[in-house]
């Protein structure tokens, strides 16, 4: 089978490294994800959530730069759906902070 363009070529080339280039490769392929966490501002109509979530950085084959893994998301969905509910309680067990929207007049 052939390889064509950039995606199959690396692909060919992590499973099975250049001899030249060898070890290190395969051993940093192999290597465990990293995690950081990050905030995300979650909004509904007048309400938002300042929310801590963990995202994990893993350059390898299939997974190209830092993805969100699922628990996460619904995390981020729970805090939504309360906020569209008005229950403030509920997002700010999740949250770090819930925040009151006003908008203000730009004409002073």
């Known amino acids: 089978m052939a390889c064509y363009g950039t995606f199959q070529t690396n692909f ?3 499973i099975h490294p250049h ?17 950081r966490c990050i905030t995300k501002l979650v ?9 801590d979530v963990l995202v994990v950085d893993r350059d390898d084959l299939f997974e190209e730069g830092p993805y969100l893994p699922s628990e996460e998301a619904k995390k ?11 229950d403030i309680r509920a997002a700010s067990r999740l ?13 002073e």
Request: glycine fraction near 6%.
């Open 19 to 35: 001899p030249i280039r060898g070890f290190q490769e395969a051993q940093d392929m192999n290597a465990e994800p990293q995690t």
């Open 76 to 86: 981020l969905d729970a805090v939504r759906r309360a906020l569209r509910n008005g």
């Open 43 to 51: 909004r509904e109509g007048d309400l938002a959530a300042d929310v």
């Open 95 to 107: 949250a770090r902070r819930v925040y009151a929207l006003k908008p203000v007049d730009a004409e």
């Open 12 to 14: 060919c080339e992590k």
